[in-house]
């Protein structure tokens, strides 16, 4: 049995010699304990401590002042005030320092993503709300931060000053994807790859099964997703590309994370319930959900829709919904109330017709604003463009003809010079309110981005859909990681949480 001892809490201005005292204290207590005392991530506080070894016997394991996270301590290498693995923090010295780097990917482990939080808890993780919610940058992190960093347009992130020893949490989120790991040893005074086989330079080989977003609900978080099928532009192909475990797919409303319902001519797995019936007029179900994916329906098809539906579609939005959908799916948009209507100014066949042909091809992404200039880079990175700063939509179509750029933002358009017609662009709703309390987003693409060609939605989804991601994919890809991150104005980068202290 391994006997406790009260923790050390230095007073203010303690002396040099008072400090020498305290370290001798804890050293002796760590010695007499050091098959009770772990470097572990004790989120649990009743977690039995688990026993740190270590291969050098001339190099003591890590010691820990105070195992509880909720109690202070005093680090023995600084001797200042520290709380959990605060405490395991070297003092390096000089330039140097601990620090943990890696690539943050998709659930398929291929894909990098930019704009994840990448941090290490130093606290338990408090459960994500299910369900819609004003997900603002900031509210979805927990765990007090102890050290804290935002992926680049490569993944790539560094975390400084964490610390050292054996089994250090690391958590990875964006939005409500969340997954939580433990690294095996970290290091003191030393750069640690989260993944040590993560050391490839070209994108098209880098991979990692280990700095990744959960495939199922059992390796993490994930967001509620509902998708809705239709004769066109096969969207919800996009889920397992991503690496998403078709174990989480089903239809109609169910535990799993992504539910499908049927559009205008549209099957799925499951044999998908009717969206008009079981899902679009139904403010409370809506609700239950973080992201709408819609699929094009080859026409308006607004026989399945009506006042009711592009009301309870706006509401969800506003109140923090994610909507995403292309091509025929404006009526979610120029139909419904305002200022919805007026964020774009629209041709459509509602409007009279059919809108005239856009040839496809080569279209510039605008990179005025951080966003952009990420999405471009991104591109360029993997390898996602045959021509920098611009991506290929052999299928474009005018329904959206203007613009209003004080309420949202083009993403890739026509000739951006002559103020060019968005092709690709997304809006935080309610609109028209202030950055600081707008809660949902849409993104619309006035193309189809999917081959029907190439993928096949039916009911032995995914087997139809192609696996490999082409150009205009991977641009929807980054486009849905976005939508479900929390949300902030277009205009301002985003940034790690603070540092809990």
């Given amino acids: 049995m391994?006997?406790?001892?009260?923790?050390i809490v230095p007073q203010p201005k303690v002396t040099l010699m008072r400090r020498w005292i305290q370290l001798v204290a804890v050293l002796a207590v760590a010695s007499s304990a050091v098959m009770c005392a772990t470097a572990a991530d004790r989120t649990d506080p009743n977690e039995p401590f688990v026993p740190v070894e270590t291969t050098d016997s001339?190099?003591?394991?890590?010691?820990?002042?105070?195992?509880?996270?909720?109690?202070?301590?005093?680090?023995?290498?600084?001797?200042?005030?520290?709380?959990?693995l605060q405490c395991q923090v070297p003092a390096c010295g000089g330039d140097k320092t601990t620090t943990i780097s890696g690539t943050v990917y998709a659930p398929n482990g291929r894909l990098p993503l930019p704009n994840v939080v990448v941090y290490i808890p130093n606290?338990?993780?408090?459960?994500?709300?299910?369900?819609?919610?004003?997900?603002?940058?900031?509210?979805?992190?927990?765990?007090s931060p102890m050290a804290a960093a935002i992926t680049d347009t490569k993944g790539h992130f560094v975390l400084k000053d964490v610390p050292a020893g054996a089994d250090i949490p690391l958590v990875m989120q964006i939005g409500k994807w969340r997954r939580k790991i433990s690294l095996p040893l970290v290091e003191a005074c030393k750069d640690n790859l989260a993944d040590p086989s993560d050391t490839g330079t070209d994108p098209n080989t880098k991979y990692s099964l280990i700095t990744r977003l959960p495939r199922n609900q059992q390796e993490g978080d994930l967001p509620k997703i509902a998708?809705?099928?239709?004769?066109?532009?096969?969207?919800?192909?996009?889920?397992?590309?991503?690496?998403?475990?078709a174990t989480e797919f089903g239809g109609g409303f169910s535990a799993k994370a992504v539910n499908f319902y049927g559009g205008?001519?549209?099957?799925?797995?499951?044999?998908?319930?009717?969206?008009?019936?079981?899902?679009?007029?139904?403010l409370e179900k809506l609700k239950q959900y973080d992201v709408v994916l819609h699929s094009c329906e080859c026409d308006e098809h607004n026989q399945n829709k009506g006042s009711a539906v592009w009301q309870a579609m706006k509401s969800y939005v506003d109140m923090g919904g994610r909507l995403f959908t292309t091509d025929y799916g404006y009526t979610f948009i120029e139909d419904a109330p305002a200022p919805w209507s007026t964020v774009a100014t629209w041709a459509t066949e509602h409007d009279g017709g059919f809108p005239p042909f856009i040839p496809g091809g080569d279209y510039p992404i605008n990179?005025?604003?951080?966003?952009?200039?990420?999405?471009?880079?991104?591109?360029d990175y993997t390898n996602g463009t045959t021509t920098s700063g611009k991506v290929n939509l052999p299928t474009v179509y005018a329904n959206a003809v203007g613009l209003d750029r004080t309420r949202a933002t083009p993403w890739v358009t026509e000739d951006p010079d002559a103020g060019g017609a968005p092709k690709i662009?997304?809006?935080?709703?309610?609109?028209?309110?202030?950055p600081d309390e707008q809660c949902g987003r849409v993104a619309f693409g006035d193309a189809h981005i999917f081959s029907q060609i190439e993928n096949n939605v039916s009911t032995n989804?995914?087997?139809?859909?192609?696996?490999?991601?082409?150009?205009?994919?991977?641009?929807?890809?980054f486009l849905f990681f976005d939508l479900t991150a929390c949300v902030i104005s277009d205009l301002v980068p985003q940034e790690p949480p603070p540092i809990v202290k």
């Fill in 367 to 379: 990179q005025g604003f951080p966003k952009g200039k990420a999405l471009a880079d991104w591109l």
């Fill in 425 to 434: 662009f997304t809006f935080n709703s309610p609109v028209g309110a202030k």
């Fill in 461 to 477: 989804f995914p087997a139809g859909c192609r696996e490999q991601m082409n150009d205009r994919e991977k641009v929807i890809a």
């Fill in 58 to 84: 001339s190099t003591p394991p890590p010691l820990v002042a105070t195992p509880d996270a909720d109690d202070p301590g005093v680090n023995p290498e600084t001797g200042l005030p520290c709380t959990g």
């Fill in 123 to 143: 606290a338990q993780l408090s459960p994500l709300p299910r369900g819609v919610t004003c997900d603002r940058c900031g509210t979805l992190v927990s765990g």
């Fill in 227 to 245: 998708v809705t099928t239709g004769g066109c532009d096969p969207i919800p192909c996009l889920i397992p590309k991503l690496g998403l475990d």
């Fill in 264 to 282: 205008a001519n549209g099957s799925g797995p499951g044999n998908p319930p009717k969206a008009d019936v079981a899902l679009w007029n139904d």
């Fill in 2 to 7: 391994c006997a406790s001892s009260a923790p």
